[in-house]
């Protein structure tokens, strides 16, 4: 009987040791697709008159042509990229919303490397869309200040460093940045993440929100946001307005909500929502007061007895997560989490008997 | 035996109506994908100093937050996505490049909501990489005068549709605009196509043409560029510097080309490259140039024996092409006539017995 047991052990070793060695991407199954594309929604024809004929030439050396800035353009429209699964297991599609500065090819890849979330959801059987807002990326920018009235800025990988909890201190030398004690973020990578900077306005918002709105309002069938940081806000807000094609939320660090005092929420009572939250939130002044303030219209749900979720990740012991979440080391940790929770709000079919 | 062939007849008519009443999606096998995925490929460091520091609000009404512009930043990146079949019947990867004022998402769907190229290259067997070319899309774009030189330009309705050869005449009252008599390109879904404009530099080709380059060394095993337009130029020169991993060029409608009286076209004598025009080049001054341009690049080619062909759709009786011919009505047409040509010059796996 001793023998039989270590016997049993031994294999069980072995597989382990074999299960360790393949490759998790050798072992994965193909994905059963039935199709991908991509689409532009929202936006309007704009008439730009007045503004003075210029010449360039278009190739170096080249002959000079007249360039006409006036005219129609379209504007405020965001880009929509789908994959839609043969036999998807989720009841409704998963919306990928990114934050400030960045476009929706922040869910693909890690920036070392490693799947996103893209595919995690995809493996897990939702049909996944991810969207750029307007302004950013595919969605293309107009021209400012004629239609954004002001200029545009940039993320420097100082701000983006120590403004996403990568570590207290960021220096020009890359020996000398400084991370936090165990941080998640791949930081040999962090170079090749800021490659991912996209230029934002400030001034955007309304038209950024007018397009997730009309974004909102196609999926008559239902649909779960699972968004970050600078997009928490607006999806909210495109859930207010239309709330029954909203059926759960996914909020990764959002940076702001409506503001419950001056919001009727009573819409989203029953609407189940989760916030996820990182690591050393405390020593950032900023993610301090976004944090408390997003507490404050999650209490103002609680308080209405809505289905809302928050998980601080250290508190349930998992440290060193930065506000890249999705790309942080452990993104397939905290990607199980979420997914987890969808499972329990009965987001996915039931499973076949 | 009349009888019997008018039976055979019958049943054939019966289940062609069959096949043109099922919706060709429906009809469509579900696709073996190994990974989706997307990276940033080229660019670098770039410093910026000395810029004033300005004030900005980040929210309507919200606290003033200094942003300070200096600092490191990443500019000349370009942005690739990617989709790997499981079990892949070409060769090599295609990488389709979008022309001038257009990201990748040209590929996907049609203006008009049809399949675009990167879909029935999959279906075809392709693994199909899309990239954004730098400055394009989620590639991003770099701070002007401070690192693009130039102030950028925006592609106007008129100008999409004249230099586009939609047609001789564009109106701002959709009602009024004319477009070429059997025209192919889906005029209903026009101004939806004007959505995808990305703005753009005429002084960056060589960062582009250096991000194009990195991009290409990166395919050791062998790739296929499939270009449009301004990536025709790009494609070539990529090609000339990494030639061992470029296994063919499909051209279509390349608005230039390397000089082959200063270039030395040696290097690709025995490349195969497809290039394909759309009709009423004859009506457009700009068209009839470039095409005249890129004829004298073909003829240098085709007298060293070099294997290209060249093909006028109007010529072979496919008219009414525009510029824009891999979203017109009849795009599955011409990619078929691509993809015979891919097969024709070997670049399909044998097919198994």
Same mark, same amino acid.
Not at 87 to 101: E, N, R, V
Not at 234 to 245: D, E, G, P, T, V
């Given at each position: 009987? %001793?023998? /039989?047991?270590?016997?049993?052990?031994?294999?069980?070793?072995?597989?382990?040791?074999?299960? #360790?060695?393949?490759?998790?991407?050798?072992?994965?199954?193909?994905?059963?697709?039935?199709?991908?594309?991509?689409?532009?929604? /929202?936006?309007?024809?704009?008439?730009?008159?007045?503004?003075?004929?210029? $010449? *360039?030439?278009?190739?170096? /050396?080249? @002959?000079?042509?007249?360039?006409?800035?006036?005219?129609?353009f379209e504007a405020g429209q965001m880009y929509v990229q789908f994959v839609q699964l043969a036999k998807p297991k989720a009841k409704y599609p998963l919306l990928l919303w990114h934050g400030g500065g960045l476009s929706g090819s922040t869910w693909e890849?890690?920036?070392?490397?490693? !799947?996103? #979330?893209?595919?995690?959801?995809?493996?897990?059987?939702?049909?996944?869309?991810?969207?750029?807002?307007?302004?950013?990326?595919?969605?293309? #920018?107009?021209?400012? @200040? !004629?239609? &954004?009235?002001?200029?545009?800025?940039?993320?420097?990988?100082?701000?983006?460093? $120590?403004?996403?909890?990568?570590?207290?201190?960021?220096?020009?030398?890359?020996?000398?940045?400084?991370?936090?004690?165990?941080?998640?973020?791949?930081?040999?990578?962090?170079?090749?993440?800021? *490659?991912?900077?996209?230029?934002?306005?400030?001034?955007?918002? @309304?038209? %950024?929100?007018?397009?997730?709105?009309?974004?909102?309002?196609?999926?008559? *069938?239902?649909?779960?946001?699972?968004?970050?940081?600078?997009?928490?806000?607006f999806a909210i807000q495109a859930a207010l307005a239309n709330r029954q094609n909203v059926k759960a939320l996914v909020l990764i660090e959002p940076s702001g909500t409506p503001n419950p005092e001056k919001t009727d929420l009573t819409p989203l009572k029953?609407? @189940?929502?989760?916030?996820?939250?990182?690591? &050393?939130?405390?020593?950032?002044?900023?993610?301090?007061?976004?944090?408390?303030?997003?507490?404050?219209?999650? !209490?103002?749900?609680?308080?209405?007895?809505?289905?809302?979720?928050?998980?601080?990740?250290?508190?349930?012991?998992?440290?060193?997560?930065?506000?890249?979440?999705?790309?942080? *080391?452990?993104?397939?940790?905290?990607?199980?989490?979420?997914?987890? #929770?969808? %499972?329990?709000?009965?987001?996915?079919?039931?499973?076949?008997?």
């Amino acid at each position: 009987m %001793t023998m /039989g047991r270590l016997t049993v052990l031994s294999f069980l070793i072995v597989c382990g040791f074999l299960l #360790w060695t393949v490759p998790a991407t050798a072992a994965e199954p193909a994905l059963q697709i039935k199709k991908i594309g991509g689409y532009y929604v /929202g936006g309007k024809e704009v008439v730009l008159s007045g503004l003075p004929v210029v $010449e *360039k030439s278009f190739t170096q /050396g080249g @002959p000079i042509r007249k360039v006409d800035p006036n005219g129609e353009f379209e504007a405020g429209q965001m880009y929509v990229q789908f994959v839609q699964l043969a036999k998807p297991k989720a009841k409704y599609p998963l919306l990928l919303w990114h934050g400030g500065g960045l476009s929706g090819s922040t869910w693909e890849n890690t920036p070392d490397g490693r !799947e996103g #979330w893209q595919m995690f959801f995809l493996r897990q059987g939702h049909d996944v869309y991810v969207s750029d807002a307007v302004e950013r990326g595919r969605a293309s #920018w107009a021209r400012f @200040p !004629e239609i &954004n009235s002001s200029d545009p800025i940039f993320r420097s990988k100082l701000e983006a460093w $120590e403004g996403f909890r990568i570590g207290p201190k960021y220096s020009a030398d890359k020996t000398k940045r400084e991370a936090f004690p165990g941080t998640q973020f791949p930081t040999e990578a962090f170079d090749q993440f800021t *490659k991912q900077s996209i230029p934002r306005w400030v001034t955007s918002d @309304p038209m %950024t929100q007018a397009a997730y709105n009309t974004y909102i309002a196609s999926f008559t *069938k239902g649909s779960v946001p699972l968004v970050h940081s600078q997009a928490g806000n607006f999806a909210i807000q495109a859930a207010l307005a239309n709330r029954q094609n909203v059926k759960a939320l996914v909020l990764i660090e959002p940076s702001g909500t409506p503001n419950p005092e001056k919001t009727d929420l009573t819409p989203l009572k029953d609407l @189940p929502q989760l916030f996820i939250w990182g690591d &050393n939130i405390d020593k950032s002044p900023s993610w301090t007061a976004y944090n408390a303030n997003v507490r404050k219209y999650y !209490e103002a749900l609680k308080k209405m007895d809505a289905p809302v979720t928050w998980i601080d990740l250290p508190a349930m012991g998992i440290k060193g997560n930065s506000h890249m979440i999705y790309m942080d *080391k452990n993104s397939d940790q905290v990607a199980k989490i979420v997914q987890d #929770w969808l %499972t329990k709000q009965g987001l996915m079919q039931p499973a076949k008997k």
